[in-house]
């Protein structure tokens, strides 16, 4: 299995751009989560879904913050408009059943954000 | 909500010497805690997870402990090499508050940064 896909690896936009993320999970995995990671604030979850179906998107910071799970196979993080405060690492992460609490989650390379 | 703290933040060795790691988090009521290994610009690797039901995990030269009622969880590594340098982050899956709120993904510390010198 190839892991956890991410594209793009690196973004540079301007402020105002829309701004969107790509995930592949691993196949099979029921899980799919969103973070960020920046170094004042560290790793953060953002939001995850179940089956296709987002269930917490709380972390997701503002309006301008979009995630969407149009099949097992594929998930999409759009900001829209960005700023300069977007700027980190988004990682994409997956993990299976059986039991939401017993499995590790598999995280992808990330993707690193500039907006300039 | 949960809190992850690490110490030390960052710390220097030379290479042989056994360390640990340290990780402490607030809410005791968790479904497990992984430790993974984040090299400069890349994504995070799993080392270890443990069961809240659980006391240790061994793999290889890494043993993660884990004492839940006291919040705590440490990582030993043993004969420590110059490839062992990364970031080392300490995760909790906590389980998820009746009512609401709280997400159920992982809560991160920010991490011990490590080096180990040849």
């Known amino acids: 299995d190839a892991g956890v896909i991410q594209s793009p690896r690196h973004e540079v936009t301007e402020m105002g751009q829309e701004v969107t993320l790509r995930c592949k999970p691993i196949s099979g995995h029921d899980y799919l989560f969103w973070y960020r990671q920046t170094m004042m604030r560290g790793l953060e979850l953002l939001i995850y879904f179940n089956n296709n179906v987002p269930i917490d998107d709380s972390g997701m910071p503002e309006d301008r913050f979009s995630a969407k799970m149009p099949n097992a196979s594929f998930s999409t993080l759009k900001i829209q408009p960005s700023e300069p405060r977007d700027s980190a690492v988004y990682f994409c992460?997956?993990?299976?059943?059986?039991?939401?609490?017993?499995?590790?989650?598999?995280f992808g390379p990330g993707t690193r954000l500039t907006v300039l | 909500k949960q809190e992850v703290t690490q110490i030390p933040a960052a710390l220097s060795v030379p290479e042989g010497e056994n360390l640990v790691l340290n990780c402490s988090f607030t809410?005791?009521?968790?479904?497990?805690l992984q430790w993974f290994r984040q090299d400069p610009g890349k994504g995070l690797t799993s080392l270890l997870l443990i069961q809240s039901s659980q006391r240790e995990q061994t793999s290889g030269r890494l043993n993660a402990s884990l004492d839940k009622s006291s919040g705590r969880s440490t990582l030993y590594i043993a004969a420590s090499q110059p490839g062992d340098s990364a970031t080392y982050l300490c995760?909790?899956?906590?389980?998820?508050?009746?009512?609401?709120?709280?997400?159920?993904?992982?809560?991160f510390g920010k991490g011990t940064h490590l080096i180990i010198q040849p």
């Open positions: 992460a997956s993990k299976g059943v059986p039991g939401l609490a017993g499995v590790e989650q598999f």
């Open positions: 809410d005791s009521a968790i479904y497990n």
């Open positions: 995760a909790v899956f906590t389980v998820p508050q009746i009512g609401g709120g709280g997400a159920d993904g992982l809560t």
